[in-house]
Every structure is written in structure tokens, then in C-alpha cells.
């Protein structure tokens, strides 16, 4: 990118940035009831293999009833190495938050489908667009219907839950291995491949407008169902969304433990790394069948890890903990964009790895009392800059809470009781 036009997207996007504010949300009110009932056996086969066994019925007031089943094979041809395989069915029923969320403000990006429409430009989106009288006369004024920076940040509207969502189900298989080098030191590895069906989220505000406007004319609704609202001229002003099964999920990764122990001086250091490596993560639109491999952007990174390391001695207990997140990009497909030229962002785009550093201390009692105290985010990291215009950026906090440390370094202590 010319560095003549850095300073503007970092300008930009400071812009967007103050932009952002809390916004007002309705109360979640609503209530499900679930039954479930599940067995679950272990068989020997032989000395080295043995075969497990469940399944689970489970009953949902609102979706209804469903059989789930998981099976799964361990060889241990060793005592110190073993193989496992297994194969399952899951579900996930809509909960709470995803029926009857209340409805709360956004101003997230969303992409109006007329922009850019002129009098020549053909199809049913084009049709739809100049059918709307506001629209049609900026048309005739301006060639086209080209909306300001101010038009395009400042689309407001809701988000909430939905009645009408369905369960999702999930198709689940894994192979692994478990190794224990020596008597301290153990490894475990497992490949997984998990696809997923009616998966639940949020429909995005720009799919709302693109489902309404590739419609026929005849059968074009210029309010999208109450969905949208519109100024005198024309430019978007608020598009609500909610919750729906829009998604099919195929993901697959490789998850490593590595434990491992010693006598160090009068006590025991302890340490144990976690590390998941996203090898896919696609998503194919329902409707339309494209589809998007997601590792590497802010919420699906390409590398996981959390490095854990503990010394105790007798009753008392240090662990440091290191959570490390992978370098991302906000877009992988460049569904975010720049207010100011509406292009997609670039060097606002890309997001370096972090690092967070959590201590604690604890101390049992012979009374069955523990007393901890402890900090999380030591080195006070700050969450990297996503505001307005961004995919992943929450509206008022300008970053993506389910990735980043959004609360800063802040200490606690407690006791607890065992009787």
C-alpha cells in the first residue's frame, strides 16, 4: 500500500473510533425446559483394546426431542503408549440468549446493496433499488446513487434473539495418541474434524439487505419486512437483525498436551503446554452454498497455546500462566471497510499476536480452608484497536472481547471452604 494513504486509513480510523459508543438494550426475558437421559458403557475387549460406549436422549421445549451417540476405541499396545479413535453425533439446542435476546442498538458495518446503483446498472438488486422514489431521484441528480462517509458509519439498528431458531447438530471424529516418555513427562496428540449443520449465530445486518433486494420486483418489500428504515434521502439509516441458523461449519485442528513434572529443591515444579493448531475452520452459507475458510481471522487464529507453570511446596502452591493468540487479520475477505474511501481496510486489517501473563498463589489449610490471591493480564496488555467499520469490533469497547483481554490487569483474592 502507497505510504501516502496509511496516514489516511490510520486517520480514518480514529474516526471510526470515536465514533463508538454504549449502546441502549432491551431485557432478556424467557424460559425453556430440557430432559435428558443418557447411558454410557465401558467394554474390554481384550487386554489391550477396550471399546466405550453412550448415548443420550434428550428433550427440548422448544425444538423437541433428540438422540445424540458417541463411540469410541482405545488400543494400548504398551503400557506407556496408547491409540484412541472415536466418533460422535452432538446437538446444540437454541438457549436463552438465542430465542428471546433482547433487542440491543449496533452500529456495525453494513453494506447498503443499492450503493453504486445507477440508471444502466441491470438486475433485480438494480430494479429494486430505483424503485425506491429517494433513491431513483439521486439517481437522476447524480448519475448514481454514492453515499457519503457520514451515510455509510452511520447505520444504526438492532440486534436480538429469534423464536424461530432450530437446534444444530454436529458430526464429530477424532484419532489420537497418548504417550508416556517417562514417568514425568507424558504427550498427547489428537487430530479432530468436527461439521456442524444449522449452525446458530447472528445473521449479519448485510445479509438481511442482500437477501430483501435479490428478490423479483413483484415480490420486493422496500421496508425488508420493517427490517430497514431510510431517510428522505435515501440513505440507510437503520437495518435490524436477529438470531438464525444460517451456517454449515467444517473445522479441523490438532490439539497438543505436554506435562511435565520434577523435584526441584524442597518442592515440585510442574509444567504443561496446550496447543491447538486450526487447520480449517469454512463456512458455507446456507443459501448460497459459498464458502470461506476463516483461520486466521480474529476469532478463529491459525495457533492457541496456553504454557502453565507451577512450583509447590507442601501446602503452598505459585502458578504462572502464559495465553498466547495468534497474529490475525479482522477480514479474511474484506467484509470490513474504510469509512472514508469504502474500500476494505488493509493496514487496519491486520492484528499482531498477543500475549497475556496470569499469576496466582495458593495456600490450603489442614481445615479444609484455601486462601488464593492472584493478578490476571500481569503486564497490563491492551486489546488491539477494532472500531467501527471492522467485522470483529465490539460496538463500545472497539475490540473483539471473545479474543482480547478487554478489563486490563486487575487483581483478586478469595477463600474457599470445604466442609
Not at 465514533?19 to 465401558?42: F, R
Not at 430465542?99 to 438486475?123: H, I, K, M, N, Q
Amino acid at each position: 500500500m502507497p505510504a501516502g494513504n496509511r496516514t489516511t486509513e490510520w486517520d480514518t480510523l480514529s474516526t471510526q473510533l470515536v465514533a463508538s459508543s454504549t449502546n441502549k438494550s432491551e431485557p432478556t426475558y424467557g424460559k425453556l425446559i430440557t430432559k435428558d437421559i443418557y447411558i454410557e458403557t465401558l467394554l474390554p475387549l481384550l487386554d489391550t483394546l477396550e471399546l466405550d460406549l453412550a448415548a443420550r436422549y434428550g428433550d427440548h421445549s422448544i425444538t423437541g426431542g433428540d438422540v445424540t451417540w458417541d463411540a469410541g476405541i482405545k488400543y494400548s499396545p504398551f503400557d506407556t503408549f496408547s491409540l484412541r479413535a472415536s466418533a460422535a453425533t452432538a446437538i446444540r439446542t437454541p438457549n436463552i440468549s438465542d430465542l428471546y435476546g433482547g433487542r440491543g442498538e449496533t452500529f456495525a458495518a453494513v453494506a447498503d446493496p443499492c450503493s453504486g446503483v445507477s440508471a444502466t446498472t441491470t438486475g433485480n438488486v438494480a430494479d429494486n433499488c430505483r424503485i425506491i422514489s429517494s433513491i431513483n431521484d439521486r439517481i437522476v441528480k447524480d448519475g448514481n446513487f454514492e453515499l457519503t462517509q457520514a451515510e455509510k458509519q452511520g447505520t444504526g439498528g438492532t440486534t436480538g434473539g429469534s423464536a424461530n431458531v432450530k437446534a444444530e447438530t454436529a458430526e464429530t471424529y477424532s484419532v489420537g495418541a497418548i504417550w508416556q516418555v517417562i514417568d514425568d513427562l507424558s504427550i498427547t496428540v489428537d487430530y479432530y474434524n468436527v461439521a456442524i449443520d444449522d449452525a446458530i449465530t447472528s445473521t449479519s445486518r448485510s445479509t438481511v439487505m442482500r437477501r430483501c433486494f435479490e428478490v423479483s420486483a413483484t415480490d420486493f418489500d422496500p421496508t425488508c419486512a420493517g427490517a430497514s428504515v431510510r431517510n428522505e434521502d435515501g440513505a440507510l439509516t437503520s437495518v435490524d437483525s436477529g438470531t438464525g441458523n444460517e451456517n454449515q461449519i467444517d473445522t479441523s485442528g490438532i490439539d497438543t498436551d505436554i506435562t511435565y513434572s520434577m523435584d526441584l529443591g524442597p518442592g515440585t515444579f510442574r509444567t504443561q503446554l496446550v496447543w491447538t493448531y486450526t487447520i480449517e475452520y469454512v463456512i458455507a452459507g446456507i443459501e448460497s452454498g459459498e464458502t470461506v475458510d476463516y483461520v486466521g481471522e480474529v476469532l478463529t487464529p491459525e495457533h492457541r497455546a496456553n504454557l502453565n507453570l507451577s512450583y509447590g511446596i507442601d501446602d503452598f502452591n505459585f502458578a504462572w500462566r502464559m495465553r498466547y493468540w495468534d497474529e490475525a487479520v479482522d477480514s479474511i475477505n474484506g467484509e470490513n471497510f474504510n469509512f472514508y474511501s469504502g474500500e476494505p481496510l488493509t493496514v487496519g486489517n491486520e492484528i499482531d499476536a498477543v500475549v497475556y501473563h496470569d499469576i496466582n498463589a495458593r495456600y490450603n489449610f489442614s481445615n479444609g480452608i484455601e486462601a488464593f490471591v492472584g493478578v490476571k493480564n500481569l503486564f497490563d496488555k491492551q486489546p488491539p484497536l477494532l472500531p467501527q467499520g471492522t467485522v470483529n469490533g465490539g460496538t463500545g469497547i472497539n475490540t473483539a472481547s471473545e479474543a482480547y483481554d478487554v478489563t486490563g490487569r486487575y487483581f483478586y483474592a478469595g477463600v474457599n471452604f470445604k466442609f
